[in-house]
Each structure stands twice: as C-alpha cells, then as structure tokens.
C-alpha cells in the first residue's frame, strides 16, 4: 500500500459526459501529479501540483483540467469525453517539489476509465 | 520531447533463466528510475540511479546505468515467477520536474 488512495476504482460512461477523479496524497506529501496509461501510449504524465499551485503540465488535453485543494487531495476532470480517453488514471505524490534525482514518486491504484 | 524506448516489449521465461531489459534514449537525464507495475495497482519504484556508470543490485536484480546517463539496463539473474509484471523505465528531469516514463517491457515468467 503505497498511501496514496483513488476514488473510484473503476468507472464507465459514455461519450460527450464528464467525470471526476480524485486523489489523496500521503500523509505529508505535498506534490501531487496525475498520469494517463493507455494501450498505446504507455504511461503519460498530465499536470502537476504543489500546494495547490500548478507546477508543470504534460500531455494535457485542453478537454481536461484538475485542481488541488487546501486539504492536498487532488481532483481530475475530464470532459466531453470520447472513446480514446479511455484508460487507466494514475495519481502519484511525492515529498517535495520535483521529479528531483532522489525524489520517489508513489503511485495510488489507479481509476479506470472506460467511455462506452 | 524525450523519448524513452524499451526493448524488448514481450518477454516470456521460464523460471531459472536470466533476462536483460534494455531502457534507451537520445536524450540525457539527471538520474533514471526503474518500477515494476503489476496488474490493478501503481508503479512502485526498485531503483534510481544517479552516476554515469552506475550498477545497483537488488537481490537478483542488477541496474546499470550508461556512461553518457542514456541509457540503462536492467539483469534478472535466475528469474522466478514473482518477478511476473511490467517493469518501466523512467527518465527524471529536474528541468521539467516530471518523470518521462519509458514503454515498457512486459515479463513472464513460467513456472
């Protein structure tokens, strides 16, 4: 168990809806970030948080968003959704700021997203 | 953008083998990380190396990472049946801040 929780497990939806996931980081850790792994693109990463301020951002599309709260817990929201979106969503907290050379990144189990 | 290339993709083994995981790029990273994701859960990190150079062991899994920080490779010696799973590969850059994860080399092994 890693210490980082995701809500739900699994969820199923159709096209053109709009979701929500979310994330708590471990105890203490203040840097959240959100990745996508699908089939063909492998383990991509998204958006970063640290203490509720954007830090970086990935391979985001512009039909996504998220947030981090005051609480640390971290929110993805995904719209307009199309077939492609589906995939595994993966939150990950880490201590400090960066992916810095020490720096160890743990990984909750996942939402998996399946647009129908 | 950096890429992170693995080879092989598919890799089945019969238990007592040994096994080499290859994880290369055109790019320099700072450190590279290696995790092992089994199926419904996250990535959990094994390693990170840092030095041009570098060979990490843990148990029967030896991490070498290459002299121009490339490149690294991962040995199983005398591969068992837990080691099953997708080991990925991780590229850290403290420009971005991200890790740039490789494509991954899915293993198993036979009993």
């Known amino acids: 168990d890693s210490g980082v929780t995701q809500t739900p497990k699994h969820l199923i939806t159709a096209t053109g809806q709009r979701v929500t996931l979310r994330c708590s980081p471990r105890?203490?850790?203040?840097?959240v970030y959100w990745y996508q792994q699908s089939l063909d693109q492998g383990l991509q990463f998204l958006i970063q948080y640290y203490n509720g301020e954007e830090r970086a951002k990935g391979n985001i599309l512009e039909r996504f968003s998220a947030q981090q709260f005051p609480d640390l817990h971290s929110e993805l929201n995904l719209s307009s959704l199309e077939l492609g979106d589906s995939a595994l969503y993966f939150c990950?907290?880490?201590?400090?700021?960066?992916?810095?050379?020490?720096?160890?990144?743990?990984f909750g189990p996942g939402t998996r997203l399946t647009v129908l | 953008t950096q890429l992170l290339e693995q080879s092989p993709q598919f890799l089945s083994i019969q238990e007592g083998e040994n096994l080499t995981v290859y994880c290369n790029s055109s790019s320099v990273f700072s450190s590279l990380q290696w995790y092992r994701q089994e199926p419904g859960e996250g990535p959990v990190l094994l390693v990170t190396v840092v030095t041009g150079g570098e060979v990490k062991k843990l148990k029967r899994l030896t991490f070498q990472f290459g002299d121009a920080r490339k490149d690294s490779s991962l040995h199983i010696t005398a591969a068992q049946p837990g080691d099953t799973g997708l080991y990925l590969c991780?590229?850290?850059?403290?420009?971005?801040?991200?890790?740039?994860f490789g494509s991954g080399t899915r293993l198993q092994v036979q009993p």
């Open positions: 991780a590229g850290v850059d403290t420009g971005r801040r991200a890790l740039t």
């Open positions: 105890s203490g850790d203040l840097s």
């Open positions: 990950a907290s880490s201590e400090v700021l960066g992916a810095g050379t020490y720096n160890e990144q743990f």
